[in-house]
T-cell receptor, first 115, second 111 residues
Framework: GAVVSQHPSWVICKSGTSVKIECRSL??????MFWYRQFPKQSLMLMAT?????????EQGVEKDKFLINHASLTLSTLTVTSAHPEDSSFYIC???????????FGPGTRLLVL | QQQVKQSPQSLIVQKGGISIINCAYE??????FPWYQQFPGKGPALLIA?????SEKKEGRFTISFNKSAKQFSLHIMDSQPGDSATYFC??????????FGAGTILRVKS
């Protein structure tokens, strides 16, 4: 299957700092990427849809000024958690959609802990 | 109408047995139904997917059964192994857009 990477795999930061998470499709070009958040023992919650070269579409209830998404190239999307607080601690996962198909391939996830 | 309801919440199966997980949806516009497997601390991995014009799809030990009239689909894992112990998510999407996920099923295969 297709390979999607995320960096970093885990990050610990102090409250008030900003954290950037990268999502890369390694062996295909993805015009559309998705960002999810997952709490322990829960399902994936879609945060936003990221389209290359345009503004991200955020799900209801997700603060776009807090979770900045940039999809600058066909292989890279970034999620920046601005002014992170302990309640932002979670598992963040990205996915990339295979070109002209519905199939989404997921990255390994990034564990964020805000102290 | 965007929900996908998944059951059971957890499942314990003996090694060699059949694991069955069920999902139901309301939105008849959904046209793509994947299943994902997730191990603790990892991202979900695509297992198998089906479209509504097919009633069954098999890949190795994994089979999806799809009932369009009942708006239900299920995952069958044949000859379940301890290594299959994971959380399984069903999902649905329309036109290649965002996936709507079920709540997940924690599968434990006892050896």
């Amino acid at each position: 299957g297709a390979v999607v990477s995320q960096h970093p795999s885990w990050v610990i930061c102090k409250s008030g700092t900003s954290v950037k998470i990268e999502c890369r499709s390694l062996d295909f070009q993805a015009t559309t990427m998705f960002w999810y958040r997952q709490f322990p023992k829960q399902s994936l919650m879609l945060m936003a849809t990221s389209n290359e070269g345009s503004k991200a579409t955020y799900e209801q209830g997700v603060e776009k000024d807090k979770f900045l998404i940039n999809h600058a190239s066909l292989t890279l999307s970034t999620l920046t958690v601005t002014s992170a607080h302990p309640e932002d601690s979670s598992f963040y996962i990205c996915s990339a959609r295979w070109p002209w198909e519905e199939t989404q391939y997921f990255g390994p996830g990034t564990r964020l802990l805000v102290l | 109408q965007q929900q996908v309801k998944q059951s059971p919440q957890s499942l314990i199966v003996q090694k060699g047995g059949i694991s069955i997980i069920n999902c139901a949806y309301e939105n008849t516009a959904f046209d793509y139904f994947p299943w994902y497997q997730q191990f603790p601390g990892k991202g979900p991995a695509l297992l198998i997917a089906i479209r509504p014009d097919v009633s069954e799809k098999k890949e190795g030990r994994f089979t999806i059964s799809f009932n369009k009239s009942a708006k239900q689909f299920s995952l069958h894992i044949m000859d379940s192994q301890p290594g299959d112990s994971a959380t399984y998510f069903c999902a649905a999407s329309q036109g290649g857009n965002k996936l709507v996920f079920g709540a997940g099923t924690i599968l434990r295969v006892k050896s």
